[in-house]
């Protein structure tokens, strides 16, 4: 299975022109399809006008024998539709040709206040759409410093939470897990490869143990770049990054992509 490099931009760049600047300097060199999937995730503004470009005649010719490019959201909401101002619904997403969707990111959960109840809700929303679900999950540094114990058992009760009443047939391959600790986003300190392998080995149990998962894929994100990436992905039980700040940059992201394609 291709490793998952999901680029989320974040509230970035601040206008359109600079976005589909990004993404044209992002999407258009040539890499084989080896070892990578791309997904690219802007704000949403943007969504309609670069997948515009992603399905042009001209970016499909580009895209033959290239890496496999999909859109995903950075947030839904868990209604279709109705009296709910400033939400997008995964109905809305799915009629874009919109493929994944984040949800339960650390800065939305502490920014805009979302709760587990709030996510699982999302999630089955989602879910219902065939979107596939990239959900972020992670402990707080004042977590970590009390041990790995303590760590593995914030991640296992997010888990519960933002998964109740969920498993086997509506997860598999739909549902994509990002373990992002709290305290590498955004910080320029990432988690040691052995941390976050150690932390996905064990999620990855949960997964297969408690929710029928046949073949769960968990991504490591926080503070990933070109120099660490390698140090992640040459472990085989973690299935890709989540990879914030160094998307922004697309000649970094295209160093990213091909240390991907390299590891075997």
Same mark, same amino acid.
């Given at each position: 299975?291709?490793?998952?490099?999901?680029?989320?931009?974040?509230?970035? *760049?601040?206008?359109?022109?600079?976005?589909?600047?990004?993404?044209?300097?992002?999407?258009?060199?040539?890499?084989?399809?080896?070892?990578? %999937?791309?997904?690219?995730? *802007?704000? @949403?503004?943007?969504?309609? %006008?670069?997948?515009?470009?992603?399905?042009?005649?001209?970016?499909?010719?580009?895209?033959?024998?290239?890496? $496999?490019?999909?859109?995903?959201?950075?947030?839904?909401?868990?209604?279709?539709?109705?009296?709910?101002?400033?939400?997008?619904?995964?109905?809305?997403?799915?009629?874009?040709?919109?493929?994944?969707?984040?949800?339960?990111?650390?800065? !939305? !959960?502490?920014?805009?206040?979302?709760?587990?109840?709030?996510?699982?809700?999302?999630?089955?929303?989602?879910?219902?759409?065939?979107? $596939?679900?990239?959900?972020? =999950?992670?402990?707080?540094? %004042?977590?970590?410093?009390?041990?790995?114990?303590?760590?593995?058992?914030? =991640?296992?009760?997010?888990?519960?939470?933002?998964?109740?009443?969920?498993?086997?047939?509506?997860?598999?391959?739909?549902?994509?897990?990002?373990?992002? *600790?709290?305290?590498?986003?955004?910080?320029?300190?990432?988690?040691?490869?052995?941390?976050?392998?150690?932390?996905?080995?064990?999620?990855?149990?949960?997964?297969?143990?408690?929710?029928?998962?046949?073949? *769960? !894929?968990?991504?490591?994100?926080?503070? =990933?770049?070109? $120099?660490?990436?390698?140090? @992640?992905?040459?472990?085989?039980?973690?299935?890709?990054?989540? =990879?914030?700040?160094?998307?922004?940059?697309?000649? %970094? @992201?295209?160093?990213?992509?091909?240390?991907?394609?390299?590891?075997?």
């Amino acid at each position: 299975m291709k490793k998952l490099i999901i680029a989320n931009w974040k509230m970035n *760049p601040p206008t359109l022109k600079k976005a589909k600047e990004l993404f044209s300097a992002t999407t258009n060199y040539k890499l084989q399809a080896k070892n990578a %999937e791309i997904v690219i995730v *802007p704000p @949403f503004i943007y969504l309609s %006008e670069l997948l515009k470009i992603k399905n042009s005649p001209k970016q499909s010719t580009l895209a033959t024998g290239q890496i $496999k490019l999909k859109i995903g959201a950075q947030n839904i909401f868990w209604a279709t539709e109705g009296a709910y101002t400033g939400e997008i619904s995964p109905k809305m997403l799915k009629d874009l040709y919109v493929d994944y969707a984040i949800i339960g990111h650390s800065e !939305r !959960r502490k920014y805009a206040a979302e709760t587990d109840e709030m996510i699982n809700k999302k999630v089955i929303a989602a879910l219902k759409e065939s979107l $596939k679900v990239i959900l972020c =999950v992670g402990e707080p540094l %004042e977590i970590r410093k009390k041990g790995k114990k303590a760590a593995m058992n914030f =991640v296992k009760n997010q888990l519960q939470k933002d998964l109740k009443g969920l498993k086997g047939k509506l997860l598999n391959n739909k549902l994509i897990i990002a373990y992002e *600790p709290i305290w590498a986003i955004g910080t320029g300190i990432s988690a040691t490869p052995e941390t976050a392998l150690e932390t996905i080995k064990y999620i990855k149990k949960l997964l297969i143990t408690n929710y029928q998962l046949l073949t *769960p !894929r968990v991504l490591y994100g926080g503070s =990933v770049d070109s $120099k660490n990436i390698k140090g @992640f992905l040459q472990h085989n039980e973690i299935d890709g990054a989540l =990879v914030g700040g160094a998307s922004l940059n697309a000649k %970094e @992201f295209k160093k990213i992509v091909e240390l991907t394609n390299k590891i075997n």
